[in-house]
């Protein structure tokens, strides 16, 4: 099998037909990034878009990364745009508003203990649909992409330092909204 | 170190980004912090779902879907559009409603601009057309003119 590098070069001396080994190789990554940024209804049309987007930029990867830390950061950028676009919708919508007040009960006994918060993956997407839309990228490429902290610096372009702060502050976001919910 | 640091330590330790030496030093801090031990042990059922309960499996066409996009604009391309053509319809909405609206502005700025040229003297062609009516009526009102002068009959 080819690297990607060498793909990537393929389809950039003219043949856009060797994009299908990246997209074969990578959409069950993107896919599954792109349901737990975007949410489960607009999940593939943005994988198929992100992946038209990476398309479109091959000519900007410059190799600094690894190509799937690159691809990483075009997609999770693309469903921060689906979401900015999202918010700016829903802000005057009604939909918005009785979001904002809604909760919802995560187990019928209010006295679980802490890890019964998370014993499913609807738990799991109902808290990170109400998280920023950066602590909640950050959140998805570390627990489920399972990112390093020097590929989460490359993919977001931000400090290791930052990384630290960012995914500490997420995790606390994440448990406090968990509990909230309760 | 405060407590909040110690925390940001072992989450660290729990994604295994320590050193071994830091890594011993977070090990035996959870051994003696029940608060940590607990926020530790939930984070680590949160860490498992995360990672056993995402699992999604594209359609079988998608790969198949994405190519023809792309031969799609392959195509479009070869065509003859011009590649700047292209990438102006690809924008976003709002940036082409702001390219719209800068034409229009500059576009309406020339355009009063040689409207105001045509009536002279700053004036535009509208106020050009008043100030005239108004010089003839008042030229009737003083009987300099006859009215079929005014409606534009000429003399015989």
Redesign the interface.
């Known amino acids: 099998m080819n690297s990607d590098h060498e793909i990537v070069r393929n389809i950039l001396s003219g043949n ?2 060797a ?2 080994e990246i ?2 190789k990578y ?2 990554k993107v ?2 990034l792109c ?2 940024m975007v949410g489960p209804a607009d ?2 049309d943005a ?2 878009e992100a ?2 987007k990476v ?2 930029s091959l000519s900007k990867f410059r190799g600094e990364s690894s190509f799937s830390t690159w691809l990483y950061r075009v997609t999770s950028n693309h469903c921060l745009d689906i979401l900015a676009k999202r918010k700016r919708q829903k802000e005057d919508s009604l939909e918005g508003i009785i979001e904002k007040s809604g909760e919802r009960n995560f187990s019928d006994s209010s006295t679980g203990a ?2 019964d ?5 609807e ?2 997407v109902w808290v990170l649909e109400r998280m920023p839309p950066e602590e909640r990228a950050i959140l998805v490429l ?3 992409e ?1 990112l ?2 020097t590929e989460l610096s490359q993919a977001m372009s931000i400090s290791m330092d930052l990384v ?2 960012r ?2 502050r997420a ?1 606390k976001l ?2 406090k909204i968990a509990k909230k919910g309760m | 170190m405060d407590h909040e640091s110690i925390k940001l330590k072992i989450y660290e330790f729990i994604d295994g980004e320590l050193t071994p030496e830091e890594a011993g030093q977070a090990a035996k801090h959870l051994e003696t912090c029940a608060d940590c031990r607990e926020e530790a042990d939930s984070w680590k059922s949160a860490k498992a779902v995360f990672q056993s309960g995402f699992a999604v499996t594209p359609a079988s066409d998608f790969s198949d879907r994405v190519m023809m996009k792309i031969r799609e604009r392959e195509n479009a391309a070869a065509k003859g559009w011009p590649s700047y053509i292209s990438e102006l319809f690809a924008l976003p909405y709002w940036e082409l409603m702001a390219a719209a609206a800068s034409f229009f502005i500059v576009f309406s700025y020339f355009f009063v601009d040689q409207v105001r040229e045509i009536g002279g003297n700053g004036e535009s062609s509208i106020d050009f057309v008043y100030r005239s009516q108004e010089s003839s009526l008042a030229q009737m009102a003083l009987g300099g003119i006859d009215n079929e002068e005014a409606e534009g009959v000429p003399y015989e």
């Open positions: 856009p037909e994009f299908a997209v074969h959409q069950e896919l599954r349901f737990s999940a593939e994988a198929q992946f038209l398309y479109d802490a890890s918060k998370f014993a499913d993956r738990t799991v570390r627990e489920i399972g390093s902290y630290k702060v995914l500490f995790r994440f448990q």
